[in-house]
């Protein structure tokens, strides 16, 4: 088992930046690639970036692209979402996900093991 807790969300405005992150406890963290996925009202929870256990790959959702930047410290079990020009449709309660790489790339919330319970991130216009 893996635990995960995330931190940092909050109300911003738009264009504004914000760092979520997510602290990782109990298996080896270094083992797993790590992601994030959004999940806004009424919709279905939705793919962001993934992270490879050594961070050498990273993948990302087609509109955070050049936005977003995803990065982990396997010495603080810890991976990190950068999030900067932030827009209104970025609003959503991020979650941190845990498993191996393969699975997190394909982008299903079906495939994932392992969830934190969310951080609210808003962005208002």
């Known amino acids: 088992q893996i635990q995960l807790v995330e931190s940092g969300g909050g109300l911003v405005q738009a264009g504004d930046s914000l760092r979520v992150s997510c602290v990782a406890s109990?298996?080896?963290?270094?083992?797993?690639?790590m992601g994030w996925f959004r999940q806004a009202p009424g919709k279905e929870r939705e793919f962001v970036a993934a992270?490879?256990?050594?961070?050498?790959?990273?993948y990302y959702k087609d509109s955070v692209k050049g936005r977003f930047t995803i990065s982990r410290d396997n010495a603080k079990n810890t991976v990190y979402l950068q999030m900067n020009d932030l827009k209104p449709e970025d609003t959503a309660v991020y979650y941190c996900?845990?498993?191996?790489?393969?699975?997190?790339?394909?982008?299903?919330?079906?495939?994932?093991?392992?969830w934190g319970q969310g951080t609210q991130v808003t962005v208002a216009s």
């Open positions: 109990g298996r080896i963290f270094s083992a797993f690639g």
């Open positions: 992270i490879s256990w050594t961070g050498d790959s990273t």
């Open positions: 996900a845990a498993d191996s790489i393969v699975r997190l790339r394909r982008g299903s919330h079906e495939l994932v093991n392992y």
